[in-house]
């Protein structure tokens, strides 16, 4: 069963601190996305990645497509970063729209 | 160039009628992709459309059913309403095969 696995679930930081968010799949992926929800229910697609490393402002997503594991940095924390990060998978087999999606990280910065 | 937008908003409906959401995608984007977000299951897919065609389907029962138009806008269905199918329900586009998809704000369906 392709499955996608988040750590922590929750994640209290202190504004500044450097913030690591894990995010682990089970078998081979074309893609893996790193998505943002606010309170509401918006949801924001930060990156989409299958390889490497990308880089936007603040925030960082690397892929070890080896050992099947990618991170979710944010440097320089602040508490408008504060929502829950989705990680969601395509599986090889599935189309583009078939995202297997981890269970979040709730991430809370206090001022 | 304007967002994905999903119509209703919010929507109360009562056991056993039936409900239809709509998702106009952004202007260009073929590919159209519906999911289900609730507090016990989290986020999980339900179906993907591409040019008219439905592609993928995830685990869900027949009640739910979906279709695209010729412009990309595309619809959802749930019939026969069960309390289990409160949920935010979000549509999301995206302009080809393994490409970044945008999400709308989501409808809000409260079954009574």
């Known amino acids: 069963k392709n499955e996608v696995e988040q750590s922590p679930q929750n994640l209290t930081a202190q504004e500044g601190e450097f913030i690591t968010i894990n995010c682990s799949y089970s078998v081979g992926i074309s893609a893996l996305h790193w998505l943002q929800q606010h309170p509401g229910g918006g949801i924001v697609s930060l990156f989409m990645l299958s390889s490497g490393k990308k880089k936007h402002g603040r925030l960082i997503a690397t892929i070890n497509i080896q050992e099947k594991h990618s991170s979710l940095h944010i440097t320089a924390s602040h508490p408008r970063d504060s929502a829950v990060y989705i990680c969601?998978?395509?599986?090889?087999?599935?189309?583009?729209?078939?995202?297997?999606f981890g269970k979040g990280t709730k991430l809370s910065v206090k001022p | 160039k304007a967002g994905v937008t999903q119509t209703p908003r919010y929507l109360i409906k009562t056991r056993g009628q039936q409900v239809t959401l709509s998702c106009s995608p952004i202007s260009g984007h073929r590919s159209v992709s519906w999911y289900q977000q609730t507090p016990g299951q989290g986020l999980q897919f339900l179906f993907e459309?591409?040019?008219?065609?439905?592609?993928n389907k995830g685990n869900f029962p027949g009640r739910f059913s979906g279709r695209q138009f010729s412009n990309s806008r595309s619809e959802m269905n749930v019939s026969t309403l069960e309390l289990g199918d409160s949920a935010l329900y979000l549509c999301?586009?995206?302009?080809?095969?393994?490409?970044?998809?945008?999400f709308g704000p989501g409808t809000r369906l409260t079954v009574l």
């Open positions: 969601a998978a395509t599986y090889y087999g599935g189309s583009q729209g078939n995202l297997i």
């Open positions: 999301a586009s995206s302009l080809a095969a393994i490409d970044t998809q945008y």
């Open positions: 459309y591409f040019s008219e065609t439905q592609r």
